[in-house]
């Protein structure tokens, strides 16, 4: 069994900073990449940015050069880094994570909880 806790949601206000953090606990062999997701109020939840065991990064277009996600394998921890946060960047945010729990197994998609931004303008 693996968990995912997130934390650092909140209210801010336009133009503040979050940062959320996810980390992974239980048994895990191996974390492939790790993405966070949001879903707006009623909005289908979209992929906000991905990071790959290799370092490769996506971001959707509407956060880019305000958002940063990095991760610590070490602590099995991911971050999303988020600046100058707009209205528009309220939702729920949902840590995702690709694990091995096992050598010879494929790899499960887990996700958190999820954590609440809400952002006033």
């Known amino acids: 069994q693996v968990q995912l806790v997130e934390s650092g949601g909140g209210l801010v206000q336009a133009g503040g900073s979050l940062r959320l953090s996810c980390v992974a606990s239980?048994?895990?062999?191996?974390?492939?990449?790790v993405g966070w997701y949001r879903q707006a109020p009623g909005k289908q939840r979209e992929l906000v940015a991905n990071?790959?065991?290799?370092?490769?990064?996506d971001y959707v277009d509407s956060v880019k050069d305000r958002f940063t996600i990095s991760r610590d394998n070490a602590k099995s921890t991911v971050y999303l880094q988020m600046n100058s946060l707009k209205p528009e960047d309220t939702g729920v945010y949902y840590c995702?994570?690709?694990?091995?729990?096992?050598?010879?197994?494929?790899?499960?998609?887990?996700w958190g909880q999820g954590t609440l931004v809400t952002v006033s303008s």
């Open positions: 990071i790959t065991n290799g370092g490769k990064i």
């Open positions: 995702n994570v690709h694990v091995k729990q096992l050598l010879r197994q494929g790899y499960l998609e887990v």
């Open positions: 239980g048994r895990i062999f191996a974390i492939d990449s």
